[in-house]
């Protein structure tokens, strides 16, 4: 029987990624399977998360960098888990 070796690698970088003590977008979107846009709109109002942040200028666009700590990522999964 053939293992299917991208879901046997999605598992271990789930699980290295899970060791983290924050997570960073691209992470939870790994974990998650949702878009950058989706996991952002979820998390930037979170209490908790860090946003690290360089405002728009007239000439220059805006970069923001979002830290989402392990235990908020874990209340949000929580809180959107089917009862």
Do not use: N, W
């Not at 846009?37 to 923001?64: A, C, D, N, Q, W």
């Not at 908020?72 to 009862?83: C, F, P, T």
């Amino acid at each position: 029987m053939p293992v299917d070796t991208e879901s046997v690698s999605k598992g271990r970088r789930a699980s290295s990624i899970l060791e983290k003590p924050t997570l960073s977008v691209d992470d939870v979107v790994i974990l998650m399977g949702l878009s950058r846009r989706s996991i952002i709109r979820l998390f930037e109002h979170e209490r908790g998360v860090l946003i690290i942040e360089r405002p728009e200028t007239m000439h220059k666009r805006r970069y923001r960098s979002l830290r989402i700590p392990r235990a908020v990522y874990e209340r949000v999964i929580g809180r959107l888990a089917v009862r």
